[in-house]
């Protein structure tokens, strides 16, 4: 079991939780990801390791709650615990040792980009993290990143920072000049888009990709993406790729496939809780 030992609100829809997981904290390398499962018969949700402290053995999870399994998970308390956490899986970031990086971090994927930043400016290389939200609200990991070197913060509506989508501050960063490499994670529109900036400039750009994964061992199929022509699983073979070799339409296909079993799903379990409660009433 995995005891929760801090739980914090990032933004309306995204939690941080920090758990006990010692193996993995002492092991685990930025780009690496954990499946977790909540309790016996939950489903396996795939969430990349945000953090770690090897002194307290605890790992840092992120969560967006979007559906029933993710509300479950975030519905947890401190002292609650996880049943099952799997782990570390993938492979880890491939990084550079000297130049300038940008990490460019759409909404929750921001909580993604936050180690490969803290693994490059220890390297010593020099970062600039782009980062975006819907709004002000939906902005996170502004001060972790600060640490870590520049922060370049958007937001859709202009309500903080600049006004508009990261890819229109990458493409001035890039415009200016001196990007060596390019880490990008967020929606897959945001990370098709970030890949098709940087192709001209000729820039290597890495995209972590979040497919639907069920064993994370490379048996299901479950997350299988299209690269440079070629299939592969992005639970053994990444989940970083190439952005320039990706098929994102193939991507955006597949990541729809189970959405309306995902939204019956959360409306079961919602109905479910409103019985609860007029029973309780
Ligand atoms: P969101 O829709 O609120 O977008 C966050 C930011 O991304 C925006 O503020 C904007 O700056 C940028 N963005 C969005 N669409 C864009 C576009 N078409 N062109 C350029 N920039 C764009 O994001 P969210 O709700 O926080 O994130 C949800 C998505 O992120 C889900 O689809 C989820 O699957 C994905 N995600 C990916 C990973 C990963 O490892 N790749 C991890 C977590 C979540
Ligand atoms: Fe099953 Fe990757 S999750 S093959």
Same mark, same amino acid.
Request: hydrophobic share 40%.
């Given at each position: 079991?995995?005891?929760?030992?801090?739980?914090?609100?990032?933004?309306?829809?995204?939690?941080?939780?920090?758990?006990?997981?010692?193996?993995?904290?002492?092991?685990?390398?930025?780009?690496?990801?954990?499946?977790?499962?909540?309790?016996?018969?939950?489903?396996?949700?795939?969430?990349?390791?945000?953090?770690?402290?090897?002194?307290?053995?605890?790992?840092?999870?992120?969560?967006?709650?979007?559906?029933?399994?993710?509300?479950?998970?975030?519905?947890?308390?401190?002292?609650?615990?996880?049943?099952?956490?799997?782990?570390?899986?993938?492979?880890?970031?491939?990084?550079?040792?000297?130049?300038?990086?940008?990490?460019?971090?759409?909404?929750?994927?921001?909580?993604?980009?936050?180690?490969?930043?803290?693994?490059?400016?220890?390297?010593?290389?020099?970062?600039?993290?782009?980062?975006? !939200? *819907?709004?002000?609200?939906?902005?996170?990991?502004?001060? #972790? /990143?600060?640490?870590? $070197?520049? +922060?370049? @913060?958007?937001?859709?509506?202009?309500?903080? !920072? *600049?006004?508009?989508?990261?890819?229109?501050?990458?493409? #001035? /960063?890039?415009?200016? $000049?001196? +990007?060596? @490499?390019?880490?990008?994670?967020?929606?897959?529109?945001?990370?098709?888009?970030?890949?098709?900036?940087?192709?001209?400039?000729?820039?290597?750009?890495? +995209?972590?990709?979040?497919?639907?994964?069920?064993?994370?061992?490379?048996?299901?199929?479950?997350?299988?993406?299209?690269?440079?022509?070629?299939?592969?699983?992005?639970?053994?073979?990444?989940?970083?790729?190439?952005?320039?070799?990706?098929?994102?339409?193939?991507?955006?296909?597949?990541?729809?496939?189970?959405?309306?079993?995902?939204?019956?799903?959360?409306?079961?379990?919602?109905?479910?809780?409103?019985?609860?409660?007029?029973?309780?009433?």
């Amino acid at each position: 079991m995995h005891t929760i030992v801090a739980k914090v609100q990032l933004s309306p829809n995204v939690t941080r939780l920090e758990v006990t997981a010692s193996r993995i904290a002492q092991i685990r390398q930025a780009g690496q990801f954990v499946i977790v499962r909540k309790g016996e018969g939950a489903e396996r949700i795939p969430l990349t390791i945000a953090d770690s402290n090897a002194d307290t053995g605890t790992i840092t999870l992120v969560i967006q709650a979007v559906g029933k399994s993710t509300r479950d998970l975030v519905a947890l308390e401190v002292g609650q615990a996880i049943k099952d956490i799997a782990g570390p899986l993938g492979h880890p970031t491939e990084l550079v040792e000297r130049g300038h990086a940008v990490c460019v971090g759409g909404g929750v994927g921001t909580a993604v980009v936050h180690p490969i930043a803290q693994a490059l400016s220890r390297a010593g290389v020099h970062v600039t993290s782009v980062i975006g !939200g *819907r709004s002000r609200d939906w902005v996170i990991y502004e001060e #972790e /990143l600060k640490r870590l $070197g520049d +922060v370049v @913060v958007c937001t859709d509506d202009g309500s903080y !920072g *600049r006004k508009g989508f990261v890819t229109q501050a990458a493409a #001035e /960063l890039l415009a200016a $000049g001196k +990007v060596d @490499v390019v880490y990008a994670v967020g929606p897959v529109p945001m990370m098709r888009a970030v890949a098709e900036l940087t192709r001209p400039y000729g820039v290597r750009t890495i +995209v972590s990709l979040n497919p639907l994964m069920v064993d994370g061992t490379g048996m299901c199929g479950g997350c299988r993406v299209s690269v440079g022509g070629k299939a592969y699983f992005a639970c053994v073979d990444g989940p970083e790729f190439d952005g320039h070799q990706v098929d994102f339409a193939m991507l955006a296909d597949r990541s729809t496939t189970y959405r309306e079993f995902e939204q019956e799903a959360l409306q079961r379990s919602l109905d479910h809780t409103c019985h609860i409660g007029l029973d309780k009433a």
